[in-house]
């Protein structure tokens, strides 16, 4: 069983475009955060929900919003997509706030 | 400002040698943790080291947290081919779970 999930796993859009990336974790955590990974493999915190309540904001946009219907969801809404958007967004959950984080497979988007 | 930084960089090696990643920061980290990230894939945890000084063994893989706990390496024994990967450090700041990511070594280990 696929512990923590993202769909798609490629998304590929125009500039300007909204778009939506979606996160399950069926581990039971109360925490979970998405992260960008660019093309130069550096891994970066965007934000972070415990219980549904954001808990870490980095420096992100604001075209960037998180949502979190429940524990074991958190999905990306992205507005008005721009080149720089491109990189491979992981989602990641874990028990707490410093406890193992258990990382997704990524969802690699081009923006064109 | 890169808080952690990690060497080298690449690192492409023949099958059987050793070889050590290091990671370093000037601040100070409740704990720190090593990934290995494969291609199309998430970064996986290795080990998580919480105490200065600590060594973990993980079969060839021998971690260490620094005294100081402001930096870490990771000796790998023997190399294999299958080690190849992205090695990824990350460390621990409060009690946020907010991980500070290295920019990775990449290993490339030939049979």
């Known amino acids: 069983d696929t512990a923590v999930s993202q769909t798609p796993k490629y998304l590929v859009t125009q500039m300007g475009n909204d778009k939506s990336i979606k996160c399950e974790q069926n581990?039971?955590?109360?925490?979970m955060y998405w992260y960008k990974q660019d093309s130069k493999k550096f891994l970066k915190i965007m934000f972070s929900y415990n219980n549904k309540e954001l808990i870490i904001n980095e420096t992100v946009p604001n075209r960037f919003s998180p949502k979190s219907p429940d524990k074991a969801h958190l999905n990306l809404h992205i507005n008005s997509l721009e080149l720089g958007d491109s990189a491979v967004y992981f989602c990641a959950s874990s028990q707490g706030h410093s406890e193992t984080q258990y990382f997704g497979p990524g969802t690699r988007l081009l923006v064109l | 400002t890169q808080l952690l930084e990690q060497s080298p960089q690449f690192l492409s090696i023949q099958e059987g040698e050793n070889l050590t990643v290091y990671c370093n920061s000037s601040s100070v980290f409740s704990s720190l943790q090593w990934y290995r990230q494969e291609p199309g894939e998430g970064p996986v945890l290795l080990v998580t080291?919480?105490?200065?000084?600590e060594v973990k063994k993980l079969k060839r893989l021998t971690f260490q947290f620094g005294d100081a706990r402001k930096d870490s390496s990771l000796h790998i024994t023997a190399a294999q081919p299958g080690d190849t990967g992205l090695y990824l450090c990350a460390g621990a700041r409060g009690s946020q779970g907010n991980l500070i990511f290295g920019k990775g070594t990449k290993l490339s280990v030939k049979p």
């Open positions: 080291v919480v105490t200065g000084g």
């Open positions: 581990l039971g955590h109360d925490t």
